[in-house]
């Protein structure tokens, strides 16, 4: 039976579609000029490129449709999805004037987020390249990643982004155009130093609870519903709160295991490696 490659392909093609969508409609207007809900739309796009993200290499594995072709293209495609559209995204959204040193260091953050994105793929694919076969080596990688993962970055990215123009952060806060952006800027290269350290992150696909199927279900059920609730009155917020929430986890995951120190077995996939690979971008 013929191998259907395709349909991994296409779900790529439809992430990075959801990307270069976004990259085009921020591109259309004015700096400064956007709003909260053509923001929020945006995000919105990103998420579904996210998904997208996560489902074609599953659906590669199911259907036994793996191929160089569909990785490349996939990299390619998170490349431009989270890698180039959150730097787009944050930096029409401010209204940086020309010649002035905070549009300069702006571009350069943006820039560098892009640039670390696009390295932290690169280390990805070679690094799982070089451990190809070896089942223990693929296993081990799986509990955790090296470094923030792309689609992750971009999330917390465009979240905080989301953030500081949303209804809430207006009625709450006083900030001018000037202090969001150096906040913004901050955050971008924070997050493209996340992407290409060794600090570890974990794996969602990893985790393993060890509870009655029932309570389980039952807890996903109100999971759910009050995350559902939140999305339709608090989106800015629960993107933030979720996006963020991960990369503190882990950063927090990584300091307990700092303080633990080399010779503990507290958190030991948590310590960051020199040279060791990641499962997933």
Not at 164 to 179: A, H, I, Q, V, W
Not at 218 to 223: E, R, T
């Amino acid at each position: 039976m013929k191998k259907l490659y395709f349909i991994p392909n296409i779900i790529t093609a439809l992430g990075l579609a959801c990307g270069l969508f976004v990259i085009f409609k921020m591109n259309m207007i004015e700096p400064g000029s956007g709003n909260f809900e053509g923001l929020r739309t945006s995000v919105i796009i990103l998420l579904l490129a996210a998904f997208a993200d996560f489902i074609d290499g599953a659906v590669a594995r199911v259907l036994k449709a793996e191929s160089e072709f569909g990785v490349i293209f996939d990299s390619l495609a998170d490349a431009v999805s989270f890698g180039v559209a959150p730097s787009v995204m944050i930096l029409k959204s401010l209204s940086l004037e020309h010649g002035t040193i905070l549009s300069f260091v702006g571009v350069t953050a943006g820039m560098f987020f892009s640039i670390c994105g696009i390295l932290r793929l690169v280390r990805f694919n070679t690094n799982k390249n070089m451990v190809k076969g070896d089942l223990i080596e693929m296993t081990a990688q799986k509990k955790n990643f090296t470094g923030l993962p792309i689609p992750a970055a971009a999330l917390a990215a465009v979240s905080a982004n989301l953030f500081c123009f949303s209804p809430y952060f207006f009625t709450n806060m006083e900030m001018g155009l000037d202090k969001k952006a150096i906040i913004l800027t901050c955050i971008l290269i924070f997050l493209g130093y996340l992407m290409v350290s060794r600090l570890k992150f974990p794996s969602f696909k990893a985790l393993h609870f060890v509870v009655a199927s029932f309570y389980l279900a039952l807890f996903a059920v109100i999971s759910a519903i009050l995350l559902l609730y939140g999305i339709m009155y608090f989106f800015s917020l629960i993107i933030l709160v979720c996006s963020w929430g991960y990369i503190f986890l882990a950063l927090i995951l990584s300091f307990i295991r700092m303080l633990a120190g080399k010779k503990s077995k507290t958190l030991e996939d948590f310590d960051p490696g020199s040279e060791e690979n990641e499962e997933e971008k």
